[in-house]
C-alpha cells in the first residue's frame, strides 16, 4: 500500500480536519482517507454536464407545460396556510 506526507497544511485547515475527524469519530489520517475516496468517486464537471444533456435530450414536455420560473414566481406568491 503507497504513503505520502502532505506538508505545509495551514493551521485552521488542520484543526478543521482534527475537529472534523473526531465529530466523525476517526482518526485525521482516516479522515482524509474517507474524503480523497468521496472526491474521486464523484464525477468530473464535464461528466456531469454530458449525464445533464443526455437526461434533457431524453425528456419531452408537452408544449403547455408551465415554465419553471413561472412556478416558482406562483410558489413564492403563495400566503403560507399558518399566517
Known sequence: MAAFH???IPDDT???L???AARN???I?????WIVDRELGRPSGEE???RLRRLRAEWTLP???PRPEDLIR????RVPDWL
Open 6 to 8: 502532505l506538508r505545509d
Open 14 to 16: 488542520y484543526a478543521q
Open 18 to 20: 482534527r475537529e472534523r
Open 25 to 27: 469519530g476517526r482518526s
Open 29 to 33: 489520517n482516516a479522515e482524509v482517507l
Open 48 to 50: 456531469l454536464l454530458q
Open 63 to 65: 408544449p403547455d407545460a
Open 74 to 77: 406562483e410558489d413564492r406568491d
